[in-house]
């Protein structure tokens, strides 16, 4: 008899097109996704998540570029097109449709309860637009269209995919065994990069660029931006998260880079100046993003490669959501229809 292999697990995850990918997505998202890719153990589908992008102004220009240009980013990073689904949220519009429903089954003290939703909408206090509360419905979309089992995201995201997991259970109860509730899978702790302007913050793609490096940024600006890192007076080098944000942060940036602890790395610099573990930092960053960078450059020039790329991700992603839509639409009881 011949064996049926077990279906793998489904991964999902997004991004924003919302600026320059940073070295915080590198270390916090993308070289995670690489891994899981390798593991062979799961199905990813890896979206750039243009309609959440939206929620806060957008050029037009620049937003149609940057979708392209993150793709080229994933593909730079060594997630591979053929092995994974790769593609842009608004070319599979199943994401906004499963978005209203599930807008029927969410309370609007649920979301006005949002954290990312309050921090947004006072730092965007002359654009607080339905977006902006609706956006972790959205999220959910994303990850139940795909009857996805594990969502890779930052700590941030925890309680948007808390959020997921209640409207899941909510409409299985209403409805049974509609979707999957997904679990979060967090990478390793301490892989937090944060703010080379505030340390305290974690580095954000759409703050100041001298706050973060840009997977992007040619190894001179990389030396520069280390070398006016925010660190502190008191000129020892040791990890101490609280008293020595600025420090700690180089030394976990060179830890995630080399593969060395940052203890370790703390040991060996003791005594030296912070000049020392600057340079460090920044020639290890720039050998770590130089393959990416090269990468990249022929991936944008291949512009017929990138857009097939882009078609055939849509393609297959819109044929796993319209399975679960037909689901969904039976279920919640709207009228049949073929197309
Ligand atoms: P924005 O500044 O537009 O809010 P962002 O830079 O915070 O964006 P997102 O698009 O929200 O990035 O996040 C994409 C992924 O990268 C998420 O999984 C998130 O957890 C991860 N990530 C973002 N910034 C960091 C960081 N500084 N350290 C570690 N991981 C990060
Ligand atoms: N909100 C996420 C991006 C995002 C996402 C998703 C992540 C949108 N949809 C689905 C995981 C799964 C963020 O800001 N990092």
Redesign the pocket.
């Known amino acids: 008899m011949t064996e049926v292999p077990a279906k793998k697990k489904t991964i999902f995850?997004?991004?924003?097109p919302?600026?320059i990918?940073?070295l915080?997505?590198y270390?916090?998202?993308?070289r995670n996704w690489v891994s899981l890719q390798d593991s062979g153990e799961y199905d990813c589908i890896y979206c750039v998540?243009d309609l959440h992008?939206l929620t806060v102004r957008q050029d037009p220009a620049a937003l149609r570029r940057r979708c392209a240009e993150t793709l080229a980013l994933f593909i730079a990073c060594g997630l591979d097109p053929e092995k994974n689904v790769m593609y842009c949220q608004s070319h599979v519009p199943a994401h906004s449709e499963l978005s209203w429903l599930l807008g029927c089954f969410t309370y609007m003290g649920e979301l006005q309860r949002m954290t990312q939703f309050k921090d947004k909408s006072q730092k965007h206090a002359d654009n607080i637009n339905a977006g902006l509360l609706t956006y972790p419905v959205l999220m959910a979309a994303d990850i139940l269209l795909y009857q996805s089992d594990l969502v890779?995201?930052?700590?941030?995201?925890k309680q948007h995919l808390e959020l997921a997991r209640d409207i899941a259970i909510r409409m299985n109860n209403l409805y049974g065994g509609l979707f999957t509730v997904p679990d979060g899978y967090f990478g390793k702790a301490g892989?937090?990069?944060?703010s080379l302007v505030d340390p305290t913050r974690?580095?954000?793609?759409?703050?100041e660029p001298n706050s973060y490096i840009a997977i992007l940024d040619k190894p001179e600006e990389i030396r520069r931006k280390f070398r006016r890192a925010v660190t502190d007076s008191d000129g020892e080098i040791r990890v101490d998260r609280e008293n020595k944000p600025g420090v700690t942060n180089l030394l976990d940036i060179l830890s995630a880079v080399t593969g060395e602890g940052a203890q370790q790395i703390a040991d060996r610099l003791a005594g030296k100046g912070y000049g020392a573990l600057k340079d460090e930092v920044a020639e290890a960053v720039i050998a770590e993003l130089a393959p990416v960078q090269a990468r990249y450059s022929e991936i944008l020039a291949d512009k017929a490669y990138l857009e097939g790329v882009m078609q055939s991700g849509a393609e297959r992603a819109s044929r796993i959501a319209a399975k679960t839509m037909r689901k969904v639409h039976k279920k919640l009881g709207l009228a049949p229809y073929k197309l």
């Open positions: 995850s997004g991004i924003q919302s600026g990918l940073t915080g997505n270390i916090g998202a993308l998540v992008a890779p995201i930052g700590a941030d995201q892989t937090r990069v944060m974690k580095m954000s793609k759409s703050d």
